[in-house]
């Protein structure tokens, strides 16, 4: 297998459209890419073109929204390795699911929970999450293990949710300092360096691409 010189990240398009409540979407909701959600996706795909780093493979979570995603990139850039891994599945938000940030914020403890987790990445124990930081761990290790093993070739893209690749550099050993919370269609790159792996760039919108 080829060692990476780099693994290309990318969080979904847009689930919601104008008018529509805007809730907390783990792995319970598996909602398809609406209009905007699918420019973003070509929008990426031409993003990445232009940087240079047209990927190798693209792998996915199972669920539509990150599945349509993909697909589009690779269509739209003849990528023919294109992968289906349950382990980038979202997070399974549990009590917090098909609610909105301000339903959440009503819960007992729910406005500092969320906003830790919003600011600052820290996972909100006790707030009735179905899935455990451990778990979410251990699954995105193992992806990112077999990726920088060769498993994508020269360059993966990984698509994935907010919740899920905000993890990713720190389990690289290449930390941006402040949040890691990637928007609708935003990308990440991390190259490999001497001794390990260090960021190229985080939270890249297309446009600025």
């Known amino acids: 297998m080829t060692v990476p010189d780099a693994i290309l990240f990318a969080r979904h398009g847009?689930?919601?459209?104008?008018?529509?409540?805007?809730?907390?979407?783990?792995?319970?909701?598996?909602?398809?890419?609406?209009?905007?959600?699918?420019e973003q996706a070509h929008e990426a795909?031409?993003?990445?073109?232009?940087?240079g780093l047209r990927p190798t493979?693209?792998?996915?979570?199972?669920l539509k929204r990150t599945r349509g995603f993909a697909e589009i990139v690779c269509r739209d850039l003849g990528i023919a390795?294109?992968?289906?891994d349950g382990r980038?599945?979202?997070?399974?938000?549990?009590?917090?699911?098909?609610?909105?940030?301000?339903?959440?914020?009503?819960?007992?403890?729910?406005?500092?929970?969320?906003?830790?987790?919003?600011?600052?990445?820290?996972?909100?124990?006790?707030?009735?999450?179905?899935?455990?930081?451990?778990?979410?761990?251990?699954?995105?290790?193992?992806?990112?293990?077999?990726?920088a093993a060769g498993a994508g070739g020269a360059r993966p893209l990984a698509v994935s949710s907010n919740g899920i690749l905000r993890f990713a550099p720190g389990l690289l050993s290449a930390p941006a300092a402040g949040p890691l919370q990637l928007k609708t269609g935003a990308m990440g790159c991390v190259e490999r360096a001497e001794g390990g792996w260090a960021m190229r760039f985080w939270g890249l919108a297309p446009k600025d691409a």
């Open 88 to 147: 980038l599945d979202e997070i399974d938000y549990g009590a917090w699911e098909g609610l909105s940030s301000d339903e959440i914020a009503a819960l007992p403890g729910g406005a500092a929970a969320q906003e830790a987790w919003q600011k600052n990445d820290v996972w909100p124990e006790g707030a009735g999450w179905g899935s455990t930081r451990a778990e979410v761990l251990a699954a995105l290790g193992g992806v990112l293990a077999d990726l």
């Open 81 to 84: 390795d294109r992968r289906v």
């Open 45 to 51: 795909a031409a993003a990445l073109d232009r940087l």
């Open 14 to 38: 847009n689930t919601f459209g104008p008018g529509d409540k805007v809730v907390w979407v783990g792995r319970a909701s598996d909602l398809p890419l609406v209009e905007r959600g699918v």
């Open 57 to 62: 493979a693209v792998v996915s979570g199972t």
